[in-house]
């Protein structure tokens, strides 16, 4: 008999949606998603000059985002 495992992030993808509203250009919500260095390079270039801030902010509402162990952001 087969499993089936569904590997899910703890997170949530609402927190993470406004964090990245409030804090995206600082990196807020990768830091809260335990992405630590790419929190640090969106921090230090204001989330690759509002590009990437833009680009996240659709990811995550997609649902295409990941946490840092690459699972998907729960609902």
Do not use: E, Q
Request: proline share 1%; net charge positive; aromatic share 10%.
């Amino acid at each position: 008999m087969a499993r089936y495992v569904t590997n899910s992030s703890d997170k949530s993808k609402t927190i993470t949606l406004v964090l990245c509203l409030i804090l995206g250009l600082i990196g807020g919500h990768d830091f809260y998603l335990g992405k630590i260095g790419s929190g640090l390079l969106k921090l230090f270039t204001c989330n690759l000059f509002g590009i990437g801030w833009f680009i996240d902010l659709i990811k995550i509402a997609t649902g295409s985002y990941r946490d840092n162990v690459g699972a998907p952001i729960r609902k």
